[in-house]
């Protein structure tokens, strides 16, 4: 599912970009269930997130654990975002200059978004062997290096493809979760936090409340899913819904692997099907 839509707003104006990963727990989550329950006639679904994916989830299943006992059978979370403390990702460096002079130029110059999707790059990427290595030896100080397992023919699909663009203030968000290692709500200042959450500081997403099993797929090699913030945010969840913690036994596995590994399946996709028949026979 995919959508650029919205009831009243388009792609440039800057309101359309004020959402964080905290929207897509609360509105998109529960959305995307509705159509999937409506499609399969099927009251329950077992949701698989990768990256941001599972930040969504961790959004929605701690803050509504009642609803998403209902609506989920499981959840299998892949590369598992939350807490964001020691990060290997070249993107710790800007967090200095994130408030000044980053976010404001990207308000200034590409109205709330991230540094928008600019095709001619992606395409350059995908050019050919040399550009495609030379792209992804960039990425790869974001994702962690895996060159080894690089899959040529998949790689240029990718490059053309992904990423959409990315608004500000979710970058904003994790910037927030990474400065303060804690995976918190939204600061909005103190004045909007006061009438948002009754207090000056925002409040930590309750992981502990989350009734839904779930499974955590991570790896060594993840620069941003880091296994030890994976670990301890598996350890918030209550034990009787821990449905497994596997860590890839490919020690060079790293975050795009799962997108672009040409042994994703033998390192992590082969394991994930097993979940998902456990899941689905109540075994969690």
């Given at each position: 599912?995919?959508?650029?839509?919205?009831?009243?707003?388009?792609?440039?104006?800057?309101?359309?970009?004020?959402?964080?990963?905290?929207?897509?727990?609360?509105?998109?989550?529960?959305?995307?269930?509705?159509l999937?329950?409506?499609?399969?006639?099927?009251?329950?679904?077992?949701?698989?997130?990768?990256?941001?994916?599972?930040?969504?989830?961790f959004?929605?299943?701690?803050?509504?654990?009642?609803?998403?006992?209902?609506?989920?059978?499981?959840?299998?979370?892949?590369?598992?975002?939350?807490?964001?403390?020691?990060?290997?990702?070249?993107?710790?460096?800007?967090?200095?200059?994130?408030?000044?002079?980053?976010?404001?130029?990207?308000?200034?110059?590409?109205?709330?978004?991230?540094?928008?999707?600019?095709?001619?790059?992606?395409?350059?990427?995908?050019?050919?062997?040399?550009?495609?290595?030379?792209?992804?030896?960039?990425?790869?100080?974001?994702?962690?290096?895996?060159?080894?397992?690089?899959?040529?023919?998949?790689?240029?699909?990718?490059?053309?493809?992904?990423?959409?663009?990315?608004?500000a203030?979710v970058?904003?968000?994790?910037?927030?979760?990474?400065?303060?290692?804690?995976?918190?709500?939204?600061?909005?200042?103190?004045?909007?936090?006061?009438?948002?959450?009754?207090?000056?500081?925002?409040?930590?997403?309750?992981?502990?409340?989350?009734?839904?099993?779930?499974?955590?797929?991570?790896?060594?090699?993840?620069?941003?899913?880091?296994?030890?913030n994976?670990?301890?945010?598996?350890?918030?969840?209550?034990s009787e819904?821990q449905?497994?913690?596997?860590?890839?036994?490919?020690?060079?596995?790293g975050?795009?692997?799962?997108?672009?590994?040409?042994?994703?399946?033998?390192d992590?996709?082969?394991?994930?099907?097993?979940?998902?028949?456990?899941?689905?026979?109540?075994?969690?």
């Open positions: 599912m995919f959508s650029r839509g919205h009831t009243n707003l388009t792609r440039s104006d800057y309101a359309y970009w004020l959402y964080t990963f905290h929207e897509l727990g609360i509105y998109d989550i529960p959305s995307a269930l509705d999937v329950a409506q499609i399969s006639g099927k009251p329950k679904s077992i949701y698989i997130g990768y990256s941001m994916g599972t930040t969504a989830m959004v929605y299943s701690s803050l509504y654990p009642t609803e998403a006992s209902e609506r989920l059978a499981g959840v299998i979370a892949i590369a598992p975002v939350a807490n964001l403390t020691g990060i290997r990702c070249f993107l710790k460096y800007l967090s200095p200059f994130w408030r000044h002079p980053i976010k404001p130029i990207a308000k200034l110059l590409f109205n709330g978004i991230f540094v928008p999707k600019v095709d001619i790059i992606y395409r350059f990427c995908a050019n050919g062997p040399i550009t495609m290595f030379f792209c992804y030896a960039f990425i790869s100080l974001v994702t962690g290096p895996n060159f080894k397992d690089l899959d040529p023919l998949y790689r240029p699909v990718a490059d053309i493809n992904i990423p959409e663009d990315i608004a203030n970058i904003d968000h994790y910037q927030q979760c990474y400065e303060r290692k804690r995976f918190l709500q939204y600061d909005h200042g103190v004045q909007e936090n006061l009438r948002r959450y009754g207090n000056e500081i925002p409040p930590d997403y309750p992981i502990e409340d989350i009734r839904t099993p779930i499974s955590f797929f991570v790896s060594d090699n993840d620069w941003i899913a880091e296994e030890h994976a670990l301890q945010t598996y350890n918030q969840i209550s819904y449905c497994g913690y596997d860590v890839s036994s490919n020690k060079d596995f975050h795009g692997d799962v997108m672009t590994s040409r042994y994703v399946f033998r992590l996709n082969q394991a994930v099907l097993s979940k998902v028949q456990q899941m689905e026979s109540s075994l969690c």
